[in-house]
């Protein structure tokens, strides 16, 4: 994402741990960015986001196995979470509402407060999904960020980062059975498979904290739409500026071995 000021190093760094799966060092410059900057909702949101991740790469839900084509992703046993990390995600995400809420009743285009309730929306409904298996109330949320990040985009138009919302729901809902897309359009949600691709190739390409996971969602994405070519050109990327996870690598491989 482009911003008028510099972005904080510390998020940066955080960020950069987190995709190199290493977890504790994530979070120390999350809470220390928190503790610097205690009025900006994006702290917390980075600790939500920060502690999600590690709960997925616990319960083994990061690799495209998870998500693959052919099995019924509703048939799969839930992940289990942990009850205390799912109150510490909880308590971030309500903080970082709460502050966001308090700049958007002073300035209702605060950017940066748009950008955290769109993620904070992001955020809740990955969760939910994959760990409470509440897919309609994941859809609310889902819409929710939607409309947040349309709000920023409307006012931003280098925010690359909110695209991930856009992305997300529009192949996700683009991706569902004709019948299924019509039952939604009517409670007012709706998808385009493609224009959801494009939108995360944004992201991949000039977004800024969710540029590398909208690489992984991409790549998840090609390889549902038989395309590994593009999921091995995307698994390379990430393996290089990412040396310390070993995902990449791993998924690597199994696309060698698919091709053979």
Known sequence: MVVAAPSPGSLDRGFQLLYNLDFARAQEQFVSYQQQHAADPMGPVAEAAGLLFSELSRAGVLGTRFFDRDSSFRSRPLPKSDPALRDRFNSALQRAEVLSRQHLASDPNDRGALLAMTLVNGLRADYISLFENRYGAALHYTRDATSYARRLLAICGDCYDAHIATGISGYLI?????????????????????????????????GHYLAPYARILLAIAEIRERNPTAARQLFSQLRDEFPRNPLFTQELARLDAAAH
């Open 174 to 206: 683009g991706s569902m059975s004709a019948p299924m897309r019509w039952i939604l359009r009517m409670g007012g949600f709706s998808g385009d498979k493609q224009q959801g691709m494009t939108e995360l190739r944004l992201v991949s390409d000039r």
